[in-house]
C-alpha cells in the first residue's frame, strides 16, 4: 500500500486523493462499509492512517486523476506478473527431478 511507504519514509502529515466518492466517504466516517471482503482492507487502512500525525481523505474528480490512475493500474500489473511468475517458479521446483 502507499500508506506503507509513506510510513517507511517517516512522512508524517498526508494528504489522500482519491477519485472514488465511495472510499473518501468511508475513510472519513461518513459511510459505513457494508462488503464483508472489504472490511479487512477498510480497517487496514485505518490502521495505517491512524500512524500518521494528521491526515486529510479528500475526493479528486475521475478527470483529474489519470495520472494516478495510470500509476495504480501499472502497479497493479506488475503485482500480477510477479504473482504469476512466482506460482510459475515454484511450480518448476515442484516439478525438477531432486
Not at 486523493?17 to 477498510?42: A, I, M, P, T, W
Not at 481523505?57 to 494516478?68: D, Q, S, W
Request: glycine share 4%.
Amino acid at each position: 500500500m502507499g500508506l506503507e511507504a509513506l510510513i517507511r519514509l517517516g512522512r508524517k502529515n498526508i494528504v489522500v486523493q482519491s477519485d472514488s466518492q465511495l472510499l473518501v466517504r468511508q475513510l472519513n466516517g461518513e459511510y459505513r462499509v457494508k462488503d464483508e471482503k472489504l472490511k479487512e482492507l477498510f480497517q487496514r487502512a485505518v490502521s495505517l492512517l491512524r500512524q500518521f500525525d494528521s491526515y486529510r481523505i479528500v475526493h479528486v474528480r475521475r478527470e483529474f486523476n489519470k495520472l494516478a490512475d495510470r500509476m495504480a493500474n501499472r502497479g497493479i500489473d506488475e503485482a500480477v506478473k510477479s504473482n504469476m511468475r512466482a506460482k510459475v517458479d515454484q511450480a518448476i521446483a515442484l516439478r525438477a527431478p531432486a
